[in-house]
Structures are given as structure tokens and as C-alpha cells.
């Protein structure tokens, strides 16, 4: 089955600075690459999300990376600010109607002011 | 839209009780639900995909006869925790598929405390 590791667990950067969260997935039929935001004690958020036929997706500050040769993907975030602070996830499944989520471990982003 | 709806949001049972948690999407249709579980500062887990009208897939290690799922309608997923042990302690969260897309969608969870 999939696996999903993500890269770094925690991340700590002063405000303004960009942030790169890195996941690699083991199953080549995956093709479906979301990024959840999940603030302490609340629901996970999606963010972005990209499909394999695409190799980048911007969307304001936040932009995510895909190669599928290498079979990992990227997420990067820009001008970071205080509200950025919370836990990242990616995750990756296959499209259809039997497309679980696998989800990495996360990364708790810490943004310094 | 988009909304996901669980209730309860938090609940504290007796060991050997059951728990029943409703998961429902407000604004759209979902023929698939996952219940997730998560503990603290860790990773969500799927414990079951949950398809309208038909039995729950459930994820290697998890039993069926102590997490009772049941999807009646497009809208609603329920999960049940069946003879409750403090080690059930956890975050329980539901997120919904909508109808011919691959977004999935998040309630916001149900803390589940077994005495």
C-alpha cells in the first residue's frame, strides 16, 4: 500500500521568511496530492492540492510542487506570517471512488514575529 | 460550501458504555465518509471508508465489532464505539468525499475521554 513521509517534524522560521515542507510517496498510482492545515484542537483544513497531471499550483502565498519521476512533492509557503503557525499535513491517494487519503506525519510550522 | 458537521464535539463515558458519533455534510452529498482517529501531536489514521449503502472498508488492526459504522444516506455517517475502554480515549474525526470529486472534507471532530 501507500506510504507517505514527510519532512521536516517541526519547522521554525522568523516572519517574512518562506517555508518548504517536503513528502514522498511509494505508490506510483497515486494522483492526488492534498495539504491539510490543522490548527491545535481543530479540524483539518485543505489548503491546496494538486493532481499528477500538473507540476506546480500556486494559489497567493502558498505554492506546491510535484515530481512524479521522483515521486515526491513540496509545499511551499511564502512571506510567512504568525497565522501560518499550526501543523501540516500532506497526503496522497488515488482519484476514484476508493481513493483513501494517506496521510504524512506532519510538520508543526512555528512562524516568529 | 463544502461543511461538515460532528457531534458531538466532545464526550465522557463510563468503560463498557457506548459512544456514538454522527457525521454529517451539510451543504453537498457524499457517497464516501472516512473516520479517522488521532492522537495527540500525531498523524490522522484511517480507521474505515464508509460508502452509502454498503458496508465499511476497515483498515488493517481495526475491529469491526468495536467501531460500528454506518452510512444510511448521502449525508450522514455514524460511528459507533462499541463496550468503550479508556484506551478508546482519542480524537475522533469524520471527513466527507464530495459526490464526483476527490476532495475530502473535515468534521470537526469528536473528543472521546473513556473513564
Known amino acids: 500500500g501507500e506510504n507517505v513521509e514527510q519532512h521536516p517534524s517541526t519547522l521554525s522560521v522568523q516572519e517574512g521568511d518562506s517555508a518548504v515542507i517536503k513528502c514522498t510517496y511509494s505508490?506510483?498510482?497515486?494522483?492526488?496530492f492534498p495539504w491539510y492545515k490543522q490548527e491545535l484542537g481543530k479540524r483539518p483544513q485543505l489548503i491546496i492540492d494538486i493532481r499528477s497531471n500538473v507540476g506546480e499550483k500556486k494559489d497567493q502565498r502558498i505554492a506546491v510542487t510535484l515530481n512524479k519521476t521522483a515521486k515526491h512533492f513540496s509545499l511551499h509557503i511564502t512571506e510567512t506570517q504568525p497565522e501560518d503557525s499550526a501543523v501540516y499535513f500532506c497526503a496522497a491517494s488515488m482519484t476514484g471512488s476508493q481513493g483513501n487519503l494517506i496521510f504524512g506525519k506532519g510538520t508543526k510550522l512555528s512562524v516568529k514575529p | 460550501g463544502a461543511v461538515v458537521s460532528q457531534h458531538p464535539s466532545w464526550v465522557i463515558c463510563k468503560s463498557g458504555t457506548s459512544v456514538k458519533i454522527e457525521c454529517r455534510s451539510l451543504?453537498?452529498?457524499?457517497?464516501?465518509m472516512f473516520w479517522y482517529r488521532q492522537f495527540p501531536k500525531q498523524s490522522l489514521m484511517l480507521m474505515a471508508t464508509s460508502n452509502e449503502g454498503s458496508k465499511a472498508t476497515y483498515e488493517q488492526g481495526v475491529e469491526k465489532d468495536k467501531f460500528l459504522i454506518n452510512h444510511a444516506s448521502l449525508t450522514l455517517s455514524t460511528l459507533t464505539v462499541t463496550s468503550a475502554h479508556p484506551e478508546d480515549s482519542s480524537f475522533y474525526i469524520c471527513?466527507?468525499?464530495?459526490?464526483?470529486?476527490?476532495?475530502?472534507?473535515f468534521g470537526p471532530g469528536t473528543r472521546l475521554t473513556v473513564l
Open positions: 505508490d506510483s498510482a497515486s494522483n492526488y
Open positions: 451543504d453537498f452529498q457524499a457517497t464516501t
Open positions: 471527513s466527507a468525499r464530495k459526490v464526483q470529486t476527490d476532495t475530502q472534507y
